[in-house]
């Protein structure tokens, strides 16, 4: 019999649409000008991450189904250039709390993959394991996460569907502050960034379930489908857990010859904060990577999800890219 | 048996119930976690927290509804209710102010974003 994993809760999103495209890692104007967009519209943004390798930045955000139509208005140029990939009726399923387990991870892509539901993305919070889906196929998804991972009795997953009695709950409108109000900001030091890219289909083999088998933890894991069907993959971890992790993503990677060459590891800082009702508050991602392009700082990565944003910077840039945030973020004392 | 006290905390924001737990965990309380009303109301009944940290703004059963339920239960009523407000003051759409919180039979209001050592010297000040 095999264990199960538990979990705390899971959560599935409503309706959402996926709007991928990539750049120059030097670059940022799509980025930008489609947030600016997406600010003007009074649009939040539940999700947003970027991967990077060999010079490009894939970035993949979504928002809410019935925000696209006013999206589409106000961003037609950038929408109909055909260098965003617009992707309807997508989903996520919110796996809580993660504990930073890689094994958690392995576990639940492992079930997908087995009930042959593909994944678009994964990204991470401070606690939550996000995974990115059609949303047609949440409910499905669910049912085969949980042949690997267990609920607390109480629990049934939760909906966007929000009932007080036969009522609805009140849902409050989006809104807009001056300055971005968090709970603080957190600089992590001498993390290992690794990246991969590699077929999606290998996700089923052998070397994989080996991934977090040794309870490895991750600080930030981030990975994307794209169109080819190739999977990127970033993982941030501490020092202790580098070469055990290391071995098994070079064992994957080994197993096929496409893999090669797609591989990249350097040492990295973290920079991260989070804030409450950010699900709520409109224009913070334009402002963030706004801060960030003013101030010279090289992005590498990012996932922003739920309440937390998550900025992946070169070594040493950490304590410069906080400074530049200072002038966008606040702690209310 | 553990003699530390038990702390349920309950929000949506489950990034948030994170933090709140690892701080809580780090001053040696011992803690519950929930993630809506309803939940909440069942961990409740099971555990009998000394004190809860609670949401107002929830899917199923709002914060609001729960702390009235609690304070008007007579074997609830004495369970230290610690109310987290989030929705800015200036947000005139909505009932889930800092405002709106203080209307309650709550023992205690933290407006969100919270001050983590703040919520920790209202919960020591509140047991």
């Not at chain 1, 069907?229 to 202790?240: A, K, P, Q, T, Y």
């Not at chain 1, 040492?267 to 991260?272: A, I």
């Not at chain 2, 409740?44 to 609001?64: F, N, Q, S």
Request: hydrophobic share 40%.
């Amino acid at each position: 019999m095999v264990d199960t994993l538990k979990l705390g809760g899971i959560k599935l999103s409503g309706e959402l649409v996926h709007i991928d495209f990539q750049e120059s890692a030097k670059s940022s104007e799509k980025l930008i000008t489609l947030l600016r967009r997406i600010t003007e519209a009074k649009i939040t943004i539940p999700h947003l991450h970027q991967v990077q390798s060999a010079g490009t930045i894939y970035t993949s955000l979504c928002i809410a189904a019935e925000d696209f139509p006013r999206l589409a208005v106000e961003a037609k140029e950038e929408l109909q250039t055909g260098e965003r990939r617009v992707i309807p009726s997508m989903g996520t399923i919110t796996l809580f709390p993660h504990r930073f387990a890689l094994g958690l991870y392995t576990r639940v892509i492992q079930a997908l993959i087995e009930a042959e539901i593909p994944f678009h993305g994964v990204s991470t919070s401070i606690s939550a394991l996000v995974i990115h889906c059609e949303y047609l196929l949440l409910d499905q998804a669910v049912e085969a996460i949980l042949t690997c991972c267990e609920l607390p009795d109480n629990h049934t997953p939760l909906r966007p569907v929000v009932l007080l009695g036969d009522q609805p709950v009140e849902t409050i409108a989006v809104y807009w502050e001056p300055k971005i109000r968090i709970y603080g900001m957190d600089v992590q030091q001498k993390l290992t960034r690794i990246s991969w890219q590699m077929p999606a289909e290998l996700y089923g083999n052998e070397e994989y379930r080996k991934l977090g088998s040794q309870e490895e933890k991750f600080r930030l894991l981030l990975g994307q489908t794209q169109e080819n069907s190739v999977f990127h993959g970033e993982l941030l971890i501490e020092d202790r857990w580098r070469k055990s992790t290391l071995r098994t993503i070079h064992a994957i990677l080994a197993c096929d010859s496409r893999c090669l060459g797609s591989f990249n590891e350097e040492e990295v800082d973290l920079v991260s904060f989070h804030g409450p009702h950010f699900q709520d508050r409109y224009g913070i991602a334009e402002r963030v990577f706004v801060a960030l392009q003013k101030g010279g700082i090289n992005l590498l990565s990012s996932g922003c999800t739920g309440t937390s944003v998550h900025l992946v910077v070169g070594k040493g840039d950490g304590s410069k890219t906080a400074e530049c945030l200072a002038e966008v973020c606040t702690v209310p004392s | 048996m553990s003699d530390k006290k038990l702390i349920l905390v309950v929000d949506d924001d489950t990034d948030l119930v994170e933090m709140i737990s690892m701080k809580l965990e780090s001053e040696n309380f011992q803690v519950a976690k929930a993630y809506d009303g309803v939940e909440a109301f069942e961990k409740i009944k099971e555990e009998k927290p000394a004190l809860i940290i609670l949401d107002v703004m929830m899917p199923r059963k709002d914060g609001y509804v729960l702390c009235e339920e609690l304070k008007n239960s007579d074997d609830y009523k004495d369970i230290v209710v610690v109310l987290l407000t989030a929705v800015s003051d200036a947000v005139s759409s909505t009932n889930y102010t800092h405002m709106g919180g203080k209307t309650t039979l709550a023992d205690d209001y933290v407006p969100k974003p919270i001050d983590l050592d703040k919520l920790m010297e209202i919960v020591k000040d509140n047991l």
